[in-house]
Nanobody, 123 residues
Framework: QVQLVESGGGLVQAGDSLRLSCAAS????????VGWFRQAPGKEREFVAA????????DYADSVKGRFTISRDNAKNTVYLQMSSLKPEDTAAYYC????????????????WGQGTQVTVSS
């Protein structure tokens, strides 16, 4: 079992930056791919970013490329999502997820999920 806890959300203005954290406990976290997803009210959950177990490979949704950066510190069992140049359309609940298989993770079928943290960007 892996437990994931997100933090760092809040209310910011357009153009601001925010860093989300996903802290993990339980089984060997460094063996897992980790991703960030988001869900806005009335919309389906969507993929935001993912990172390999080593941190050497990352993937981003087109809508956040160049603005968001995913990273991880396995010594701290934590994955980060640095968000810059935030836009009102980035407003959503953000969730981190983990899985040993990247294929499952990328389609939103990861085995483990956090409870989410809300990000609200005002115009």
């Amino acid at each position: 079992q892996v437990q994931l806890v997100e933090s760092g959300g809040g209310l910011v203005q357009a153009g601001d930056s925010l860093r989300l954290s996903c802290a993990a406990s339980g089984r060997t976290f460094s063996s897992y791919f980790v991703g960030w997803f988001r869900q806005a009210p009335g919309k389906e959950r969507e993929f935001v970013a993912a990172i390999s177990w080593s941190g050497g490979n990352t993937d981003y949704a087109d809508s956040v490329k160049g603005r968001f950066t995913i990273s991880r510190d396995n010594a701290k069992n934590t994955v980060y999502l640095q968000m810059s140049s935030l836009k009102p359309e980035d407003t959503a609940a953000y969730y981190c997820a983990a899985d040993t298989k990247i294929s499952r993770l990328l389609i939103g079928r990861g085995d483990y999920w956090g409870q989410g943290t809300q990000v609200t960007v005002s115009s």
